[in-house]
T-cell receptor, first 112, second 114 residues
Framework: SQKIEQNSEALNIQEGKTATLTCNYTNYSPAYLQWYRQDPGRGPVFLLLIRENEKEKRKERLKVTFDTTLKQSLFHITASQPADSATYLCAFRDNYGQNFVFGPGTRLSVLP | DSGVTQTPKHLITATGQRVTLRCSPRSGDLSVYWYQQSLDQGLQFLIQYYNGEERAKGNILERFSAQQFPDLHSELNLSSLELGDSALYFC?????????????FGPGTRLTVL
């Protein structure tokens, strides 16, 4: 069956450290993968997109990798700050069914 | 502010009723997407319209329907409401329809079915 999973429901890290979030999928073959940030009660906000032919993408303190062999994307926030505390969602379009699929999210808490 | 507007912000209604949620996309965006987010299901894709035509269909129940009008605003109609339909409903928009584009999400409509 098709699945999209994110490594943990919640992740607590200390301010200044690097947060690493994982997105794994099964029985999908996405051409790209997106990461969104969602704050409580608000709509998701787009952060980064990485395509299947790209290994790594960076934007300021954010870095995302995409390994189509492992069927996994890693999302890193370096020098994390309390303001980075939010839920982070991975997402992609299912090439076959054309559905947009979102992961369950990882709730990140950056502790001062 | 994403530029996507949704009305109403909150809606409380009873089982068996019918409601309409409204979405106006960002200026220049031709695609509109509808999502349902409940605590136990996460963000679920319902349906996508591009320039007035249905483009992709997700896990949308037969009791639900949507359309996109010539001015590109969209409406999601939910009928024969059940308790389990209580959720946050998000609309998003993007420039194109391929799926690789950034989606801009609205603030959502919180639906409570009593």
């Amino acid at each position: 069956s098709q699945k999209i999973e994110q490594n943990s429901e919640a992740l607590n890290i200390q301010e200044g450290k690097t947060a690493t979030l994982t997105c794994n999928y099964t029985n999908y073959s996405p051409a790209y993968l997106q990461w969104y940030r969602q704050d409580p009660g608000r709509g998701p906000v787009f952060l980064l997109l990485i395509r299947e032919n790209e290994k790594e993408k960076r934007k300021e303190r954010l870095k995302v990798t995409f390994d189509t062999t492992l069927k996994q994307s890693l999302f890193h926030i370096t020098a994390s700050q309390p303001a980075d505390s939010a839920t982070y969602l991975c997402a992609f379009r299912d090439n076959y069914g054309q559905n947009f699929v979102f992961g369950p999210g990882t709730r990140l808490s950056v502790l001062p | 502010d994403s530029g996507v507007t949704q009305t109403p912000k909150h809606l409380i209604t009873a089982t068996g009723q019918r409601v309409t949620l409204r979405c106006s996309p960002r200026s220049g965006d031709l695609s509109v997407y509808w999502y349902q987010q409940s605590l136990d299901q996460g963000l679920q894709f319902l349906i996508q319209y591009y320039n007035g035509e249905e483009r992709a269909k997700g896990n949308i129940l037969e009791r639900f329907s949507a359309q996109q009008f010539p001015d590109l605003h969209s409406e999601l109609n939910l009928s024969s409401l059940e308790l389990g339909d209580s959720a946050l409903y998000f609309c998003a928009s993007s420039v194109g329809f391929q799926g690789g584009e950034e989606q801009f999400f609205g603030p959502g409509t919180r639906l409570t079915v009593l």
